[in-house]
């Protein structure tokens, strides 16, 4: 069975393997697509295209928009994007200054707390527009302030932590409507880590086309009852790794949580794309 992972990051947002190491992961591991998913970022797909040439994967060019619902935070996924839109480069523009100046204000509460860092200290990859408190939290660990990112986000990053700083967000409405106007198909993203579940049906009446129902972070009893909302609001199903680099047994779980490629041609279709 051919298969699709459609659920990963690369340092273009806030994973630790490049586009190309993400391509040769795949190679390795034989799965015939993967979707490139950062956080609020493009900047990933070209040099994952080149990467992809002579090795048979294909690349499914897409984006992760996190988002607002009420008040919990959404991610939503949307797929064959024209990730080359003027719009699209526009909104990713003026979120990427919001996070900048976000992290700004974390680095100075945290400074004020005896904690000394700086954005010198960020491991941040040049071809990166989307930055993070991933990023800050492994600066924290680097320098010994805790011992794990948990802990980081435990102590000093997590919301009502003292080093918190809420950021700017898209609606959901804006995130579906943004990844539709570029040709995309919106997706929401592993819709079990939503904690009031009454959200999920409220989010798709407001045009979401897909659900991510295979997810490292699903149990078989949410997989199951997201199964059961996909083909009763029939809706596209999805799923992935959501790899962002971590390893496990000298291997990053790229891959181990994975879709039958099946489900991407009937994203294809979906699109009236050949």
């Known amino acids: 069975m051919d298969i699709a992972d459609l659920h990963i990051h690369t340092t273009a947002s806030d994973g630790l393997l490049t586009p190309t190491e993400v391509v040769q992961w795949a190679a390795i591991k034989r799965i015939r697509a993967i979707g490139i998913t950062d956080h609020d970022s493009v900047n990933g797909i070209n040099e994952a295209i080149s990467a992809s040439l002579n090795l048979n994967i294909e690349i499914i060019p897409g984006i992760e928009l996190n988002s607002q619902y009420i008040d919990e935070e959404i991610h939503i996924l949307g797929y064959f994007i024209d990730y080359e839109s003027k719009k699209l480069a526009e909104k990713l523009e003026f979120i990427r200054a919001s996070r900048y100046s976000r992290m700004i204000k974390i680095i100075s509460k945290l400074n004020s707390m005896g904690v000394k860092i700086d954005f010198e200290n960020l491991k941040i990859n040049n071809n990166a527009t989307s930055i993070g408190r991933p990023h800050i939290a492994r600066a924290l660990v680097e320098k010994g302030y805790v011992s794990n990112m948990k802990a980081a986000f435990d ?71 997201l199964l059961k909302t996909a083909k009763e609001r029939k809706l596209l199903i999805t799923g992935g790794s959501d790899c962002h680099g971590m390893f496990i047994k000298n291997e990053p779980i790229l891959g181990s949580v994975s879709v039958d490629y099946l489900l991407v041609q009937k994203i294809k279709k979906a699109l009236n794309i050949i």
């Open 155 to 225: 102590k000093y990053l997590g919301r009502n932590r003292p080093a918190y700083v809420e950021r700017y967000r898209l609606s959901v409405g804006e995130a579906i409507e943004l990844i539709e106007s570029i040709g995309g198909v919106p997706v929401i993203a592993h819709p079990g880590l939503i904690a009031k579940k009454k959200y999920i049906d409220e989010i798709i009446d407001l045009g979401i086309k897909g659900i991510e129902v295979y997810h490292t972070k699903h149990d078989t009893n949410t997989t199951s009852e």
